[in-house]
């Protein structure tokens, strides 16, 4: 069946950086699209970054443009979100997710404080 594990996730200081991972096993993963996605305690869950099946293509959220990164392993069936000075406001569970399969993992959680 459909695995999606996240990885990465911990306390950080503003400014700070993390790297998230996702290890996908199951499915064909180069086959498939996926995405990150976060939910902040209180608000809906919303989509962060985007990325084509070869990588190709990525999109990010106005929020995290220009400070995190998605990229991915094929190799190794690894999705990854490489997040760079974070503020408080990026404190949420953060979730990969294959939108073909509507499969979710199980997240991982974020915290920006000092």
Not at 91 to 100: G, H, K, N, S
């Amino acid at each position: 069946q459909v695995q999606l594990v996240e990885s990465g996730g911990g306390l950080v200081q503003p400014g700070g950086s993390l790297r998230l991972s996702c290890a996908a096993s199951g499915f064909t993963f180069s086959a498939y699209a996926m995405r990150w996605y976060r939910q902040a305690p209180g608000k809906d869950r919303a989509m962060v970054a985007s990325i084509t099946r070869t990588g190709g293509i990525t999109n990010y959220a106005d929020s995290v443009k220009g400070r995190f990164t998605i990229s991915r392993d094929n190799a190794k069936d690894n999705v990854f979100l490489q997040m760079n000075s974070l503020k408080v406001e990026d404190t949420a569970v953060y979730y990969c997710y294959v939108p073909a399969l509507e499969q979710w993992g199980q997240g991982t959680q974020v915290t920006v404080s000092s």
